[in-house]
């Protein structure tokens, strides 16, 4: 099974929303993007939240925008043996030390897991956070097909309130 890595965070000390994915899928990793499948709705479901159509832009541009508007990207996983793109594939998972990479966010306000995977090994590392509002959001990806992306949406916008 292959072993597959993340990219570098894109965040910084003004970062007040941290989106913290699992691992890239495979379209991501081929063209190191996040969020690079044309099927993921991430850039509408982010750009909505920050009030802009960020799915147009070059994806400089697009890294570049969020971080104007403090919002930062990262996966809770460094690398892990996967077959595929799917969460579900994925074994012998070497997570980040998230707890750290907080501490160097002193604006930090929310914590946006984007699926349930990246919930469920994110927030092993992040209980307790005084001040840090923690959120399962629904998976942006076309996998997770049981929601609309309307009713993803809803459920995404709620980021807006952090970032005030």
Same mark, same amino acid.
Request: cysteine-free.
């Given at each position: 099974?292959?072993?597959?890595?993340?990219?570098?965070?894109?965040?910084?000390?003004?970062?007040?929303?941290?989106?913290?994915?699992?691992?890239?899928?495979?379209?991501?990793?081929?063209?190191?993007?996040?969020?690079?499948?044309?099927?993921?709705?991430?850039?509408?479901?982010?750009?909505?939240?920050?009030?802009?159509?960020?799915?147009?832009?070059?994806?400089?541009?697009?890294?570049?925008?969020?971080?104007?508007?403090?919002?930062?990207?990262?996966?809770?996983?460094?690398?892990?043996?996967?077959?595929?793109? +799917?969460? *579900?594939?994925?074994?012998?998972?070497?997570?980040?030390?998230?707890?750290?990479?907080? $501490? /160097?966010?002193?604006? %930090? !306000?929310?914590?946006?897991?984007?699926?349930?995977?990246?919930?469920?090994?994110?927030?092993?590392?992040?209980?307790?956070?005084?001040?840090?509002?923690?959120?399962? +959001?629904? *998976?942006?990806?076309?996998?997770?097909?049981?929601?609309?992306?309307?009713?993803?949406? $809803? /459920?995404?916008?709620? %980021? !807006?309130?952090?970032?005030?």
């Amino acid at each position: 099974m292959p072993l597959k890595f993340a990219f570098p965070p894109s965040a910084d000390a003004a970062t007040r929303v941290l989106v913290l994915g699992s691992l890239p899928g495979d379209a991501s990793i081929r063209q190191g993007e996040y969020y690079a499948h044309r099927g993921n709705a991430f850039w509408h479901l982010i750009g909505d939240v920050v009030g802009e159509n960020l799915r147009a832009q070059p994806y400089a541009m697009r890294l570049k925008r969020l971080r104007a508007h403090h919002v930062g990207l990262w996966d809770v996983m460094e690398s892990a043996q996967r077959e595929g793109s +799917l969460d *579900s594939r994925i074994r012998q998972a070497d997570l980040r030390n998230l707890a750290d990479f907080v $501490e /160097r966010l002193p604006d %930090l !306000r929310a914590i946006a897991f984007n699926g349930k995977t990246a919930a469920l090994h994110g927030r092993r590392q992040l209980t307790d956070r005084p001040g840090i509002t923690l959120l399962d +959001l629904p *998976s942006t990806s076309g996998a997770y097909a049981s929601l609309s992306r309307e009713a993803k949406r $809803e /459920r995404w916008m709620a %980021l !807006r309130d952090h970032l005030v």
